[in-house]
Structure formats: structure tokens, C-alpha cells
């Protein structure tokens, strides 16, 4: 038998679509493995695995308002444990340390390194010194960049109100990131360990909202309108629409409460979303489906390595990534009523140069037409005068 035999292109491997919802917290629990990704399916199994509900641990919370909203999948880090004395002032001097970690020591967020998360969710940096919450932010905003995972950052408590949530942001309080969101007002939710309201970052919650919508309607629907009910929280602040007109166009999304409807999410952006920066990544929905597009098409060509660098390696990719996004062309990913107006892929000597072949790069380019939420209904009206009649 001829062991030499090269693949077809017809024999092109499949590419399979990684998952967009898994959310990852990284904080401070009772019980559990220290530093170390541990991947939970249900709030039972965070209770026997972590302690569950800890008043001193904010992504408790979290956690539960994920699983609450529809979340199916959380990456836990514990990074500190029962004898950690975690006072408003020991969490505002080493809480950025109890999360942050550092690269290559794989301990707080680098504990998730390759874990293969989407959502990163810190409620407990929400409280942290305005110095130590950008430092946490930034840092973890760029480990997500690296993972191609997005963020979802809390506001800090006592930031109520709309002049004050510009002001927080204006005030370069967290990088305008493209892998990031935030969300305002702040949540309030019943405590039960103590039966009384507790005010919480919405991180938990708006991540369960991401994972119900992208197994109902897929990653590319926005997590945002009359369908993204929040479910067990009130709402800390009520937002006008006037306000709400404000807020959006500096890509904070707002949660509001409509008759009828309830509390749902009224905001798509990223961070990077401001009207004023332009920016290609401006809506959630757009950045998540990209990627998801990443992370899968990089995963589902780990076979290419080693390959020859030559245009049957090159014509195999591009039936392999054709395949695959024909299929989200099909299952309605992208706009576009054909395929050659939805996406393209290209593999080959027009995005490969020689130099690239000798030091054994393949360079694979993918574009798509990507579905923008329809953020304003506009109707515009035209009244006709009664015509009187002799």
C-alpha cells in the first residue's frame, strides 16, 4: 500500500463550530480546587464543588444569575480561600493581585489559559480601587484578545445614575476594547442567605442572557430587545428613553424595564462601539461572530501543520472553510442572498507569498457580511388635513 497518498481536496476535513457561551469567573470561594480552571454544568455542582453562595464573594452571585438566565457552562477559579479576612479594605489593596495572576504562572485569569471559555466575568473587580480596576480590566481585556474570548466588565457599586456611569467611562476608567462590554444600571437581586436585596454587577446575568440567545437564535442575534429578559434582578436605576438615547451612542448598554415586558437588556455595543470611534467591531453580535469564526477555523485546520505548503493543502483548506461557512450561510449567520455576498475564503498564492511558503506559513483569509442589530425603529408619520365638502 502507497503510504505516501495525499489527501483529495473532496476529503477535506470538517470543520466544526466550538462553542460561543462558556463563561469563566475568577474569585474568591470557600471550597475547591486554588488556581486551577474547573468546568462546572450547574449551580448544584458549584455548590458541592465551590461551597456555593458566599456573601463575601460576588461571583457566587454571578454564578448563580448565569445558570439562572440560561447558562449552561462556567470555568471556575478559586483564587483564595476561607481564611482570606476579604474587608473592603483588603479587597481594594490585594483583590487585583486575589484575580489577576500572572502570564505564564497560571494563576488568577492565566489559570483559564487554553481552557477553551468565551465570557470572562470579574464581579469582584467591581469594587477594587479606581487604579487597580483599570489595571485588572486592561490586563484582563488583553488576555481575552489572546484566548479570543470577550468580557463582560461590572460597573463599580454607587455609580447610579447616567451622568455618573459617562463619568466613570470618560474618565478612562477601562479601555475601549473591542473584546469588552458594560452594562448599566447595576442589578438587584434577593440575597438568599440573608433574605434581604443584594446590589450586584450584571455580568452573571447578562453572560446567562448571551448563552440563552446564542443556543436559541445563534451568536450572531444580539443578546439585546424584548426577548433578553433578565430574569430575578431589579433594576437599580430606571432609564428613560431619553437617557437611554445618550448612554447608546457612548456604547454603554443599558438594562431597562418595560411595561409588559419586564427588565431586559436595550444595548448591543462593545466597548469599542462609541459612535465617535467608528470602529469595524461595534456591535456584541458582529465581535462574538467573529470569534467564533477564529477559534473554530484556527481549531479546524490544526491538521494543515506539517502538511506541504503547496496549492493542494492550499485548495483543501478552502473546501474545508468553504463547507463551513456555507453551513452558518445556510442556517442565516450572515447577510447576503447568495453566497459569494455573505462571505469568501481565500488560500493561496494571493494571500501567500513565497517568503511565506519557505518559512512555513499557510495564511488563510475569511471575510463575511456580518448581521447589525437594528438599534432604532424609525417611523415617520404623515397626518392629512380633513378636506371639507360643500
Not at 454571578?62 to 483564587?79: A, D, H, P, S
Not at 483588603?90 to 486575589?98: K, L, M, N, P, Q
Not at 455576498?341 to 506559513?361: H, K, M, P, S, W
Request: proline share 5%; glycine share 10%; charged share 15%.
Amino acid at each position: 500500500m502507497n503510504q505516501n497518498v495525499r489527501n483529495s481536496p473532496a476529503e477535506a476535513h470538517t470543520i466544526t463550530g466550538v462553542s460561543t457561551s462558556e463563561t469563566a469567573f475568577v474569585d474568591f470561594f470557600t471550597a475547591g480546587p486554588l488556581n486551577e480552571a474547573t468546568r462546572i454544568q450547574s449551580f448544584a455542582e458549584f455548590e458541592r464543588v465551590f461551597g456555593g453562595l458566599d456573601t463575601r464573594s460576588e461571583s457566587s452571585y454571578g454564578i448563580q444569575q448565569y445558570f439562572l438566565n440560561g447558562g449552561r457552562v462556567v470555568w471556575v477559579v478559586r483564587v483564595a480561600g476561607a481564611h482570606e479576612p476579604q474587608t473592603p479594605e483588603w479587597i481594594a489593596t490585594e483583590g487585583a493581585e486575589a484575580i489577576l495572576g500572572r502570564g505564564g504562572e497560571q494563576y488568577g485569569i492565566y489559570a483559564l489559559s487554553n481552557s477553551g471559555f468565551n465570557v470572562l466575568c470579574l464581579p469582584a473587580v467591581a469594587p477594587l480601587s479606581a487604579a487597580s480596576l483599570k489595571s485588572v480590566y486592561d490586563e484582563a481585556a488583553r488576555f481575552c484578545n489572546e484566548q479570543r474570548a470577550f468580557m463582560i466588565a461590572d460597573i463599580p457599586p454607587g455609580i447610579d445614575t447616567p451622568d455618573q456611569v459617562v463619568g466613570w467611562l470618560n474618565g478612562s476608567a477601562i479601555t475601549r476594547d473591542q473584546n469588552a462590554a458594560v452594562y448599566f444600571p447595576r442589578v438587584k437581586i434577593t440575597d438568599k442567605l440573608s433574605g434581604n436585596p443584594r446590589n450586584i454587577g450584571p455580568s452573571g446575568t447578562m453572560a446567562g442572557v448571551y448563552a440563552r440567545t446564542d443556543a436559541q437564535r445563534g451568536v450572531w442575534k444580539a443578546a439585546a430587545g424584548l426577548d433578553a429578559t433578565l430574569a430575578g434582578v431589579d433594576l437599580v436605576t430606571t432609564i428613560t428613553d431619553t437617557q437611554n438615547g445618550v448612554l447608546n451612542p457612548l456604547a454603554i448598554n443599558a438594562l431597562r424595564h418595560f411595561p409588559g415586558a419586564g427588565n431586559v437588556c436595550w444595548g448591543a455595543r462593545t466597548l469599542a462601539g462609541a459612535d465617535q470611534l467608528g470602529s469595524e467591531w461595534k456591535y456584541i453580535p458582529v465581535r462574538r461572530t467573529g470569534l467564533f469564526l477564529e477559534r473554530s477555523i484556527y481549531e479546524g485546520t490544526n491538521w494543515a501543520h506539517f502538511e506541504p505548503n503547496d496549492e493542494l493543502l492550499w485548495e483543501q483548506i478552502r473546501t474545508s472553510v468553504g463547507t463551513f461557512m456555507h453551513s452558518l450561510f445556510g442556517s442565516g449567520a450572515f447577510q447576503g442572498s447568495t453566497p459569494r455576498e455573505a462571505y469568501f475564503v481565500r488560500c493561496g498564492l494571493e494571500v501567500t507569498t513565497q517568503a511565506d511558503i519557505d518559512n512555513g506559513v499557510v495564511n488563510i483569509q475569511v471575510g463575511f457580511a456580518p448581521l447589525k442589530p437594528a438599534e432604532f425603529v424609525v417611523i415617520k408619520l404623515q397626518q392629512l388635513a380633513a378636506q371639507g365638502h360643500e
